[in-house]
């Protein structure tokens, strides 16, 4: 006879916790694109965290021996811990009694792919926060892309990127495009795919460069009123904080079943705009 109170002792909260954290830090598509300096400790939904801007630094001419100095006021900004998810299922015990392992393994999967579907498409929202400057097409006029069209687009990307001086030494630019658009790339003869790259620098995942810019491929890169926002930039313009807060296990009383539930907290805040860029792409009839 089974022991039910012992074969899904792997459901253990502080296992799943550890296990799904370590998961949700790779892979992603858009945690690749952002940087997660202002992190800190996030105990619960509504915590903040104070990001210090600091200010810009002016270079003078020395003409006597007299020296002004400019007074620095740092600018101060508050990234909220405003995303609130979960996830919760109930696991009978006749699936106890199967593979644990498997089981568990199967469904930290599922949750970090769910997970990862709200938090990409969350990010790539922040399209709105880019410049008139920094964008290539308009509402109004989506570019429309083919394979003889796509290369001089993504070049105008690039370089409204360059021309608000987002782009510096030591930094690489990433751009993320749906497997529509990827469908155009990979007919471009200026692309560069993944494994004909020189230097084994590009972000995990990649497919390849395309006018010096990392690209990635997100299925959550969607269509808004029949237009694609193609979101490019460096990972200067973003800070996201992030944490799994609590994964619960506990008896369902009116089943012979387990209940577990996890709560995950996130909150994404663009510090520098200028270091982002989109491209409004009309969707293909």
Same mark, same amino acid.
């Given at each position: 006879?089974?022991?039910?109170?012992?074969?899904?002792?792997?459901?253990?909260?502080?296992?799943?916790?550890?296990?799904?954290?370590?998961?949700?830090?790779?892979?992603?598509?858009?945690?690749?694109?952002?940087?997660?300096?202002?992190?800190?400790?996030? $105990?619960?939904?509504?915590?903040?965290?104070?990001?210090?801007?600091?200010?810009?630094?002016?270079?003078?001419?020395?003409?006597?021996? *007299?020296?002004?100095?400019?007074?620095?006021?740092?600018?101060?900004?508050?990234?909220?811990?405003?995303?609130?998810?979960?996830?919760?299922?109930?696991?009978?015990?006749?699936?106890?009694?199967?593979?644990?392992?498997?089981?568990?393994?199967?469904?930290?999967?599922?949750?970090?792919?769910?997970?990862?579907?709200?938090?990409?498409?969350?990010?790539?929202?922040?399209?709105?926060?880019?410049?008139?400057? *920094?964008?290539?097409?308009?509402?109004?006029?989506?570019?429309?892309?083919? $394979?003889?069209?796509?290369?001089?687009?993504?070049?105008?990307?690039?370089?409204?990127?360059?021309?608000?001086?987002?782009?510096?030494?030591?930094?690489?630019?990433?751009?993320?495009?749906?497997?529509?658009?990827?469908?155009?790339?990979?007919?471009?003869?200026?692309?560069?795919?993944?494994?004909?790259?020189?230097?084994?620098?590009?972000?995990?995942?990649?497919?390849?460069?395309?006018?010096?810019?990392?690209?990635?491929?997100?299925?959550?890169?969607?269509?808004?009123?029949? $237009?694609?926002?193609?979101?490019?930039?460096?990972?200067?313009?973003?800070?996201?904080?992030?944490?799994?807060? $609590?994964?619960?296990?506990?008896?369902?009383?009116?089943?012979?079943?387990?209940?577990?539930?996890?709560?995950?907290?996130?909150?994404?805040?663009?510090?520098?705009?200028?270091?982002?860029?989109?491209?409004?792409?009309?969707?293909?009839?």
């Amino acid at each position: 006879m089974t022991d039910f109170s012992t074969t899904y002792s792997a459901f253990i909260p502080q296992i799943w916790s550890q296990k799904l954290n370590t998961m949700l830090e790779k892979n992603c598509v858009m945690l690749q694109c952002v940087n997660r300096n202002w992190e800190g400790e996030i $105990k619960q939904q509504g915590d903040t965290v104070k990001i210090i801007t600091p200010a810009d630094v002016s270079v003078s001419t020395l003409t006597t021996d *007299n020296i002004t100095y400019s007074s620095l006021t740092p600018t101060s900004m508050d990234l909220e811990i405003d995303q609130k998810k979960f996830f919760a299922f109930k696991i009978d015990d006749v699936a106890k009694a199967q593979s644990n392992v498997d089981i568990m393994e199967a469904h930290l999967k599922n949750a970090k792919k769910a997970i990862e579907e709200v938090q990409d498409s969350y990010l790539l929202g922040l399209h709105t926060d880019v410049t008139s400057a *920094n964008t290539v097409g308009t509402d109004a006029s989506p570019i429309s892309l083919d $394979k003889t069209t796509i290369y001089s687009n993504f070049v105008k990307l690039a370089k409204a990127l360059k021309n608000s001086n987002a782009v510096y030494s030591g930094v690489k630019p990433w751009v993320v495009i749906n497997p529509e658009i990827e469908s155009y790339l990979l007919q471009s003869s200026e692309f560069i795919s993944a494994h004909n790259v020189a230097d084994t620098t590009l972000r995990e995942g990649s497919i390849g460069r395309i006018a010096g810019m990392d690209v990635l491929v997100s299925t959550n890169l969607t269509a808004v009123n029949s $237009k694609y926002y193609v979101l490019a930039g460096t990972n200067d313009a973003i800070t996201f904080a992030s944490q799994l807060a $609590k994964i619960e296990s506990l008896r369902d009383k009116d089943s012979f079943s387990d209940l577990v539930r996890g709560l995950y907290l996130y909150g994404a805040k663009t510090v520098q705009p200028k270091a982002l860029a989109k491209m409004i792409v009309s969707v293909p009839a």
